[in-house]
């Protein structure tokens, strides 16, 4: 890592510490409310993993689960599980005993798996619609379209994608000097948090973080939106309003999880782009609900309102 990645810092009470080692502080304004804060954090993370974790393995146990459509919501929730792996436990670390150092290479990872596993997110919910848009657009070609060699493409093409592009930012971050304050003043390593504290010239951050949400976030939304045009399409064309009703049902939970995920990472992205008037704790509180909320609420939003998933979910409980 290049040596003037970091300089001497001083944290919150001055003290000299490691000179690889940034201090994140947390929510600036609320520290005398960071103890109440962990309560819901903890509840949300522990929502995440038992959620997650149950889904994926009555998905695993039961071979008629085994899909397009269970496969591709496998996948949301195995990258909102590592999503959350990789904020969760310092975030509570910081809200519980102010344990907010954190070494340069790994404030770097973090700062690639987040926005990795959230480009992947976004990629995974783009292949959803397309599950949608098949199975009412061409429901007799649903099989020979999604088939297992398509699906496993498809996953790697998320893998890839989210890394590739993500990738340059930690390299950009670290060519960055820092020779006034290491205190970042967020819960995790955001990128634009740390290029704050850098002196010198930090155009080129900004346009490529900028460009990459954009471009993965822009062209991935417009494309979830053309497959529901001609959802509701294909669905207005049906005989029947039962039809009609059966088929936008089989959409409900995507356009669920569709709006709890974008929604808060919308709002996140113009109050930062934008809110320059914002409070701070604001700009923070956002980026942390847009990285909670989804992966406690999508395993619940698929858990009730997909029936077969949640008749086998009680099915599993009653055995036990």
Known sequence: MPRDFVQPMESPNHTNLDPFVFF???????????????????????????????????????????KPVYLFLCMLLTTDLAASFSTVPKLLA?????????????????MLFIHAFCMMESTVLLA?????????CHPLRYA??????????????????????????????????????????????????????????????HVYGLAAALLVIGVDL?????????????????SSPEAQSKALGTCGSHVCVILISYTPALFSFFTHCFGHHVPLHIHI?????????PPALN??????????????????FQRG
């Open 24 to 66: 994140l502080l947390g929510i600036p304004g609320l520290e005398q409310f960071h103890l109440w804060l962990s309560l819901p954090v903890c509840c949300l993370g522990t929502a995440t993993v038992v959620g997650n974790i149950a889904i994926l393995l009555v998905v695993a146990m039961e071979p008629a689960l085994h």
């Open 144 to 205: 020979t379209i999604l088939t297992d060699t398509i699906i496993a493409r498809i996953g790697v093409v998320a893998i890839v994608q989210g890394s590739k592009l993500m990738l340059p930012c930690p390299f950009l971050t670290a060519r960055l000097s820092f020779c006034q304050s290491h205190v970042i003043p967020h819960t995790y390593c955001e990128p634009m948090a740390v290029v704050k504290l850098a002196c010198g010239d930090t155009r080129p951050n």
């Open 128 to 136: 959803m619609a397309f599950d949608r848009y098949v199975a009412i």
């Open 299 to 316: 395993p619940m939003v698929y858990g009730v309102k997909t029936k077969e998933i949640r008749e086998r979910v009680v099915r599993v």
């Open 222 to 238: 417009f494309c979830i939106g053309l497959s529901y045009v001609f959802i509701a399409r294909a669905v207005l064309c049906l």
């Open 285 to 293: 509180l956002l980026a942390n609900v847009y990285l909670l909320f």
């Open 94 to 110: 910081i809200l519980w005993c102010g344990a907010g150092h954190i070494s340069a290479s790994a404030c770097l990872a973090q």
